[in-house]
Nanobody
């Protein structure tokens, strides 16, 4: 019914930038909160940033001032602009969204498949 597809990951040197995108498609009535999570090897998945439909955002402390989350509601897309990347940002980044579908008529969480971000020192 609903798919989230991430793109934009890759290998970058420390101090570099990447922009992640996540497009939601399917029987979408409304997308409420959209989030980016990440999971580094051997660590638990953590919430990196979130944005609600009205545009308010919040970030995990470790990325404040370096990452910016934004969304294009017309395109059902969320972005994560990552600047001043550090080796500790290396992880698989997952898109997640709380979506109300025409089919179910109720909200549930959907996840993308993840995109690898590797920052070399």
């Amino acid at each position: 019914q609903v798919q989230l597809v991430e793109s934009g990951g890759g290998l970058v040197q420390s101090g570099g930038s990447l922009r992640l995108s996540c497009v939601a498609s399917g029987s979408i009535y409304r997308i409420n909160i959209m989030r980016w999570h990440r999971q580094a090897p051997g660590k638990q998945r953590e919430l990196v940033a979130a944005i609600v439909s009205g545009g308010s955002t919040n970030y995990v402390e470790s990325v404040k001032g370096r990452f910016t989350i934004s969304r294009d509601n017309a395109k059902n897309t969320v972005y994560l602009q990552m600047n001043s990347l550090k080796p500790e940002d290396t992880a698989v980044y997952y898109c997640n969204a709380a979506i109300v579908t025409y089919t179910l008529g109720s909200q549930r969480d959907y996840w993308g498949q993840g995109t690898q971000v590797t920052v070399s020192s």
